[in-house]
């Protein structure tokens, strides 16, 4: 397995609160992704971070909100959760494309968000 | 904007038969991925497809694209219960940049059946 750890695993919260998921690796790779699993829409990216301190906007950003502040950690932020949130969170981790080569993304174990 | 379909979303096959699930996607791409995922867990890397023509096989998996048609196969033969999973086909919508930022198929759900 891929040095990919998230937290928490599972949980429960109410509309309105403020959530953040975390994403930790050990691979010291310089992409990390945020995507949302939903039935019926396969993952969908939420944000990507392309280096310390650098992120950009996936498909489906209204409402989230990442920092990273070191290449280990990439922090997802539900600034007031809604009831469409609810989902599975996966982080990913990838190194840079280069031509040629077959590098590919690995996943995180996920974490499943209830927003009641 | 880049989208990707896979067919079929459900499988249901007999132990011992082939089949093939595609996924087809709309913008020029150039690399696929195929992923598979066991119910509440994680995605697994199967086959990164770099290139027109690229054939990739692991096992009874065998991945192929062709960017002239932008359509990708993963062909599963003489399936056996194991490979009941759900599986992903993405599409880097990054052409020419450094970062993958992959558009993901809805999954085509796998069961093997005995």
């Known amino acids: 397995d891929a040095g990919i750890t998230q937290s928490p695993r599972h949980k429960v919260t109410e509309t309105g609160t403020p959530v953040t998921l975390r994403c930790h690796q050990t691979?010291?790779?310089?992409?990390m992704y945020w995507y949302r699993q939903d039935p019926g829409h396969g993952l969908r990216l939420i944000h990507y971070?392309?280096?310390?301190?650098?992120?950009d906007k996936g498909e489906v950003s209204d409402g989230y909100s990442v920092s990273r502040s070191k290449t280990e950690d990439f922090l997802l932020t539900l600034e007031s959760a809604t009831s469409s949130q609810t989902s599975v969170y996966f982080c990913?981790?990838?190194?840079?494309?280069?031509?040629?080569?077959?590098?590919?993304?690995?996943f995180g174990p996920g974490t499943r968000l209830t927003v009641l | 904007e880049l989208k990707v379909e896979q067919n079929p979303l459900f499988l249901s096959m007999q132990e011992g038969k082939n089949y093939t699930i595609y996924c087809n996607y709309s913008?020029?791409?150039?690399?696929l991925y195929w992923y598979r995922q066991d119910p509440g867990k994680s995605l697994e890397s199967l086959f990164v497809?770099?290139?027109?023509?690229a054939v990739k096989q692991e096992g009874r998996l065998m991945a192929s694209l062709d960017t002239k048609a932008r359509l990708s196969t993963l062909h599963i033969t003489a399936a056996v219960h194991d490979l009941s999973a759900t599986y992903f086909c993405?599409?880097?919508?990054?052409?020419?940049?450094?970062?993958?930022?992959?558009?993901f198929g809805t999954g085509t759900l796998l069961a093997v059946q005995p």
């Open positions: 990913a981790i990838s190194s840079p494309r280069l031509a040629g080569r077959a590098d590919t993304q690995y």
């Open positions: 691979e010291n790779h310089r992409y």
């Open positions: 971070s392309y280096g310390v301190k650098d992120t």
């Open positions: 913008t020029t791409s150039d690399r």
């Open positions: 497809l770099l290139s027109n023509g």
């Open positions: 993405a599409v880097d919508d990054n052409y020419g940049g450094a970062t993958n930022k992959l558009i």
